[in-house]
């Protein structure tokens, strides 16, 4: 009969002991890649791991991150997906659509979970919603639905509004379809849109100019890597301006901007967990339905409101899920 004492016999301590305790998995490594500031990821990686650990993981135990963020150039992002690649993550996190068409560039094998993607089909990431069929899967913000919405939010805030800017960044891959969409979705509200282009910082000043110069009324910051980047200044140009905006990312509002209709990022990041949980579970990314973001926040800034001289429509605080006074 073997036992532990004479298994033992022989053989140095410390490896007989080794041999006995069972070997603890790697962690999982996660990369993350996004074309925004690094600290700009502070607040979604919070939210990320809090959730994660609320379905049995801890960090840096389990799993740990890689982040790479490519500092509002979408340029660098498939540069940064190629060393998440080489670092052999067991699966990558990427948003929005630049960032994921940079990973789905690097890698086939790879797990990518992605969200804040306005048409994932449309885009190449999946054959249909319900069978992704390839290494992706994840939430779609369909951005066209949000978009009228956002639309039909500022006529509530302005219900004389007629003309309307929407600020974009000519390099970003969806340009050609908010070029091409959006003053059709604006069309059936009645309302004229005016598409300005700004790429860089100094861009910036004569965008808001030309929006006076054609006598915008108001303005539609697109969700953007860089124009997220500079939200400050945009919000200062507006207020300059005398322009009230709407944005996708409440961040713009806190920086002082009017108001924000899009997803609640701690929902996001809940159900990006849980994508994260099946596929660690074995569970193809292919096999896995692409949802819908569904929680959706109304956010003003009622100060900058008064500022602006728009007095806020008591329907529509109703619907805000935050006021900030």
Same mark, same amino acid.
């Given at each position: ?70 500092? +509002?150039?979408?340029? $660098?992002? @498939?540069? %940064? !997906? /190629? &060393? =998440? ?91 050609? +379809?908010?070029?091409? $969409?959006? @003053?059709? %979705? !604006? /069309? &059936? =509200? ?91 579970? +074995? ?43």
């Amino acid at each position: 009969m073997i036992t532990r004492r004479s298994l033992s016999v022989g053989l140095p301590l410390g490896l007989a002991l080794a041999s006995l305790t069972p070997a603890q998995p790697r962690p999982k490594v996660i990369g993350w890649l996004n074309p925004f500031l690094s600290a700009d990821n502070d607040k979604g990686g919070e939210q990320f791991f809090a959730a994660m650990s609320t379905l049995g993981y801890v960090k840096d135990k389990h799993y740990h991150v890689e982040l790479r963020a490519a500092e +509002g150039r979408n340029e $660098r992002l @498939p540069a %940064l !997906a /190629e &060393q =998440l690649v080489r670092l052999k993550a067991d699966l990558i996190v990427a948003a929005p659509t630049d960032a994921v068409i940079a990973a789905q560039h690097a890698t086939a094998d790879i797990p990518i979970v992605f969200f804040s993607v306005a048409d994932p089909v449309r885009s190449g990431f999946a054959d249909s919603l319900a069978h992704p069929g390839h290494n992706l899967t994840g939430l779609s913000n369909f951005a066209g639905d949000l978009n009228t919405k956002r639309f039909e939010l500022m006529k509530q805030m302005l219900p004389g509004l007629t003309r309307v800017a929407i600020l974009a960044n000519p390099t970003s891959s969806f340009y050609p +379809g908010i070029a091409s $969409r959006w @003053p059709l %979705l !604006a /069309e &059936q =509200l009645g309302l004229r849109t005016l598409l300005v282009a700004a790429k860089t910082r100094d861009d910036l000043g004569p965008a808001f100019n030309a929006m006076s110069e054609l006598r915008a009324e108001a303005a539609i910051v697109v969700g953007d890597a860089f124009l997220w980047n500079e939200r400050q200044l945009i919000a200062e140009l507006a207020l300059r301006g005398h322009l009230p905006t709407m944005f996708t990312f409440v961040e713009h509002v806190e920086a002082g901007g009017l108001m924000s209709y899009g997803a609640d990022t701690a929902d996001v990041m809940r159900r990006v967990a849980t994508y994260v949980d099946k596929i660690f579970r +074995g569970v193809k990314p292919g096999d896995i339905p692409i949802e819908q973001a569904n929680k959706i926040d109304l956010v003003i800034n009622r100060k900058t409101a008064n500022a602006l001289h728009v007095i806020v429509p008591p329907a529509l605080l109703l619907q805000a899920e935050r006021v900030i006074e």
